[in-house]
């Protein structure tokens, strides 16, 4: 899986949960570090998407409203 096809996984995850998703959580799913998943949420945040990290995961922020 490329970077780019990563970075889209983790962004549908996130528009689907319910719940904040851990990075820990992420790194298993996609079989990559927790470092990489920082990085990647750092490159999604440049690209425009408002990602929120909270002690319990990561949450995505879209039209005023926080997508849990």
Do not use: W
Request: net charge positive; charged share 25%.
């Amino acid at each position: 899986m490329s970077g780019e096809e990563r970075r889209s996984k983790i962004i549908s995850i996130l528009e689907t949960s319910t719940k904040p998703v851990p990075g820990t959580e992420l790194s298993k799913t996609l079989s990559v570090s927790r470092q990489v998943i920082v990085q990647d949420m750092a490159i999604i945040r440049a690209n425009g998407y408002e990602i929120m990290a909270t002690n319990r995961g990561y949450v995505l922020h879209n039209n005023g409203e926080i997508q849990r």
